[in-house]
Every structure is written in C-alpha cells, then in structure tokens.
C-alpha cells in the first residue's frame, strides 16, 4: 500500500512540490520524480502541459511533522516535510555516519564522518582536535613518548594520529589510534580508514614493526577497518603488546598494502 505521505516512485517523503499527472487522475509524485518522467507510474497517462500542482496535498502536509526514518535505532527527531533530507544527513543515528571522535574520548564532539568531504575532515581534526596531516605511507614513531602521550591525555587512553598515502586529492585519509590499557598492561594500535572518494571501496592492510635500533623485536599485520567497524574495533583491540616491549623502543607503522 502506498503511503500517503511519501512519493510512490522514490518513497522519499514529499518535501518540496508535488506534482500530480491530470485532474481526473490525480495520482501525485515528487518534484524530483517529476521531471525524470514522461508519464504517470500509476495510470500510464502522459502528464498534463502545464504541470499541475497538487497544493491541496501540499498544505496538508505543510500542517504535519514528520519522524526520522532511523526512529527504531533510536532517534525521536521530528521536522516538518522540507527538513527530512536535512536531518537525514546529520542524523546520529543514520547508520551510515559514525561518532569516532566520541569513540576516541572526545565526548563533546558532535562531528560525524560519513557526511562531509575530505577538506572537511582534515580541517576538523586540525583545529578541533590539533591532528596534523601527513603525507606518506611509511613513518616511524618514538613508542615511549607515545605511550607517555596517551596516558597523560584526558581522553580514556586513546591517541589519534592523521595520515593519507599521499597528497593526491583522491587518496584515502586514515587515523592510526593508540590505546594504552594500564590495569592489564598492554598497548594496542589499529588503523582506520575515515575517508575514501565516492564510488571507490578498497580494502587496505597495514604493517606494524617494533624496532630497538637496528634489531627487529615485533611486527604485525593488521586489516585497515571500516569506521563502520571502528566501534566494535575500538572495544575489541584485536592485538596487545606488552607495555615492556615499548620501553625505548621505535615504532615504524603503517606501510599501506592492498
């Protein structure tokens, strides 16, 4: 059954003009719908020239409030019809966006990725949260000033560090995090792939090595997660090294592998 309140082409909620296809059939469809097509998706009849509005619809549901389709994950917002797709792409609860500077201590952040450009997340991470930008697929980290870092850091542990492979404007942006759990005793690092252009989804692996000057103590390879995987990442630290490994050790991180 077609709802009312929703195009029967789209099944997006009317929010701007509704067009209908002639007097007599007054089958209605959304200003978008519209203009891709030639007849009516409901009586086959081609539309009426001039287009016809149906404004009785349209002040009806101007009356009403509408709540957001993510309403079973947890979200009450309610809006009037033309803010639906407004709301949608800031949701907190469209399961395609993710919180991951809560995830990493900071609570008061409402910013959420999966919703904004590359140049918007690079300067977010800039001045909000003092994360410079690197461009290179090998670098190397002292590991106790890091371990020093994140335990004297407010944020539950965590430390964030923000890389892409290269300048290239459609080259993927990535967070290395840094968690120390003092009451076992153990580090973690994992990557996290945060951008990636539209249209491409590519799987990346990143390698870890724990060096002590010229001798190789550890090395690891990691799959780089999803942010949709971040959250379930974050709380599992899927590897723990030692804290007495990192004593006046080198970390050289994060070769990017397909």
């Not at 399961?95 to 999966?114: D, I, S």
């Not at 010229?214 to 971040?230: I, M, R």
């Not at 599992?236 to 007495?244: A, D, L, R, S």
């Amino acid at each position: 059954m077609v709802d009312p309140h929703e195009c029967p082409v789209c099944y997006q909620v009317f929010e701007g003009a509704i067009y209908q296809c002639s007097p007599e059939g007054g089958h209605v469809v959304c200003s978008s719908c519209f203009g891709k097509l030639k007849e009516c998706p409901v009586c086959r009849e081609e539309f009426s020239i001039p287009k016809i509005r149906c404004r009785a619809l349209e002040h009806q549901l101007d009356s009403q409030e509408f709540e957001c389709q993510f309403k079973n994950e947890g979200c009450d917002y309610k809006c009037k019809r033309a803010l639906v797709s407004s709301h949608i792409n800031s949701c907190g609860f469209n399961p395609k966006f993710t919180n991951l500077c809560n995830l990493l201590g900071w609570n008061e952040c409402k910013f959420l990725l999966g919703a904004c450009s590359k140049t918007q997340i690079i300067q977010h991470f800039k001045e909000k949260h003092n994360l410079d930008m690197d461009f290179d697929a090998v670098f190397s980290l002292d590991l106790q000033s890091i371990v020093n870092s994140i335990k004297d850091d407010k944020r539950n542990g965590c430390l964030a560090l923000l890389f892409a492979s290269s300048s290239e404007d459609m080259s993927p942006v990535f967070l290395l995090v840094g968690k120390v759990n003092d009451s076992i005793g153990f580090v973690t690092f994992l990557c996290i792939k945060i951008w990636e252009s539209e249209g491409i989804s590519q799987a990346y692996k990143v390698d870890f090595s724990i060096r002590r000057k010229h001798s190789l103590l550890l090395n690891w390879t990691l799959n780089v997660y999803t942010l949709q995987e971040a959250k379930h990442t974050l709380e599992m630290c899927p590897v723990n090294i030692p804290k007495g490994i990192l004593e006046n050790g080198l970390f050289g991180s994060n070769k990017m592998e397909v």
